[in-house]
């Protein structure tokens, strides 16, 4: 059976509160791509230069970013360095868990949209005189950040809720982390639960929406 | 006249069958055998586990008490303490026996009992920190466990003093483990857990280096608010506990020393 009567009127007082730490999820969750994106791009790149170590070191990395739970990787970069006398901020420590989990699954990403462009192409490109690295570049790497675009916004929702698991890194600035700090105080659980989660829904949403829109704008033929 | 009566007699008998006495969250607990009680098992010495994960210490004794008052069998229901009330409030568990400090604006949402426990609150450092008192957390980077009095406490220490960061983490062990790492310079926690972590020797290089200026931490039972019966009874146990040296045992058994008083002078309850 559940006993509870809500006192909206209470958790709406706290709403501004929440919506800043709206928007350190957000920045957290873009910074995190930004960098996630350029490392993947970089591991793409290793996997591609037919070196073995740079090659083991990018499957290395994409093995255990999209093989262990992202709760894993946020505490070992808090924790789990913190034990070898490094010592990260509950932020960084976020930011740095969910940019290793970004990159790994972007790296994938990116060499799905790879398969999908025909070889011959670098060839011709290559026969035009071009270094493979240009080949690359101008050829192959605009396709494949257009196919990739949309699945990259996948994991651009993703991220957003992974901060979500900063508090287990003992973060309280983000929208999890506010919203715990003021259940606790007044144990109101279901209603600030609840605005939290409307909250993290039109932000995904927003984000999804932003990214259609600028995908058909940006990839018109 | 005999009509009447036996009309009466009816309507008496009707009723009696067709709407039966509304039962309460105690008649429910006695009548299901079992009482679930939410315990908070990352707290040594009131609640943790003994090497073959079976739950111990002075909340678990608690619950098992108060179910041997009650006549029935006592069910421990872990709960980390963000949880407690999410458990009480889905009907997991019946009552939180869960070192739940006393707040008013908890007392908005659950019922809570007299006071059966009351902790005093002790500053530990890391020994590289520098922090040898509780005026020496001004500025430094300072955690303790989310959700729990001394965390609410501290993090407004940290807004007044406009200096400093405060960190709250899920567990007490990750408090502890943040502290020995040297993540954070400084926790305050009740002084039971402190001493409990300290000589524990599972975390190197803290000390306990003195009291925190926060007021005596009195920590109640709890269960749905309008529960009135249940709570009365809890009261009334509670106050049994105190009167018949079980509490003093209880306390000597997992804390030790100086037993806390539970009255507040000058007032009532």
């Known amino acids: ?30 910074l995190s791509m930004a960098i996630g994106l350029v490392v993947a791009l970089a591991l793409t790149l290793f996997r591609l230069s037919g070196n073995r170590i740079l090659n083991g070191f990018a499957t290395v990395w994409v093995e255990i970013a999209r093989n262990t739970p992202a709760l894993f990787q946020i505490y070992m970069a808090h924790f789990g360095l913190g034990s070898f006398g490094i010592h990260l901020s509950p932020y960084t420590a976020l930011l740095v868990g969910i940019a290793f989990n970004n990159a790994g699954y972007l790296a994938e990403n990116f060499r799905g949209a790879l398969k999908a462009i025909p070889e011959t192409q670098t060839r011709a490109g290559r026969s035009l005189g071009m270094t493979p690295l240009q080949a690359f570049r101008y050829i192959v790497m605009p396709q494949m950040l257009r196919i990739a675009f949309l699945p990259a916004t996948n994991q651009m929702v993703w991220a957003i809720l992974m901060t979500s698991l900063g508090v287990t890194v003992g973060m309280n600035t983000d929208l999890a982390g506010v919203t715990q700090a003021l259940n606790a105080v007044s144990f109101r659980t279901f209603e600030f639960f609840a605005l939290a989660a409307v909250i993290y829904y039109v932000i995904a949403k927003a984000v999804t929406l932003a990214a259609r829109l600028a995908a058909t704008r940006m990839f018109r033929y | ?57 002075f909340d678990v ?75 020496d957390m001004k500025g430094k980077v300072v955690g303790a466990t989310a959700g729990t009095f001394e ?39 009740t002084s039971t857990v402190a001493q409990s972590n300290v000589k524990g020797g599972k975390f190197a290089g803290i000390s306990v280096v003195g009291n925190a200026p926060y ?49 507040v002078n000058g007032v009532y309850r």
């Open chain 1, 1 to 30: 059976m559940f006993s509870y009567n809500f006192h909206w009127n209470q958790a709406f007082k706290a709403l501004p509160q929440m919506l800043d730490g709206a928007l350190v999820t957000l920045q957290i969750a873009l």
């Open chain 2, 1 to 57: 006249m005999k009509k009447t009566s036996v009309l009466a007699f009816g309507l008496v008998a009707a009723t009696a069958l067709t709407s039966p006495a509304k039962a309460d969250k105690l008649d429910d607990i006695i009548s299901s055998g079992t009482l679930r009680c939410a315990v908070v098992l990352d707290f040594p010495p009131m609640g943790s586990r003994d090497e073959a994960n079976n739950p111990i210490g």
């Open chain 2, 61 to 135: 004794d608690y619950c098992n008490d108060l179910a041997k008052a009650l006549g029935v069998t006592a069910e421990i229901v872990e709960t980390p303490f963000p949880e407690r009330i999410p458990a009480l409030m889905s009907g997991r568990v019946d009552v939180g026996v869960a070192s739940t400090s006393d707040t008013l604006e908890r007392a908005k949402t659950v019922g809570m009992t007299i006071p059966y426990f009351a902790f005093q609150m002790a500053v530990t450092a890391n020994d590289k920190s520098g922090v040898k008192s509780f005026e």
């Open chain 2, 151 to 189: 965390a609410i406490a501290l993090e407004k220490s940290v807004k007044e003093w406009g200096a400093g960061e405060f960190r709250p983490y899920q567990t007490q062990a990750d408090v502890f483990l943040a502290l020995s790492q040297g993540q954070i310079d400084a926790t305050v926690s």
């Open chain 2, 215 to 263: 007021d005596i931490d009195y920590v109640a039972l709890f269960t749905n608010r309008e529960e009135y019966g249940l709570i009365n009874y809890l009261n009334l146990f509670i106050n049994q506990q105190v009167r018949t040296g079980r509490y003093n045992e209880l306390y000597e058994k997992w804390v030790g020393g100086e037993v806390p008083s539970l009255s």
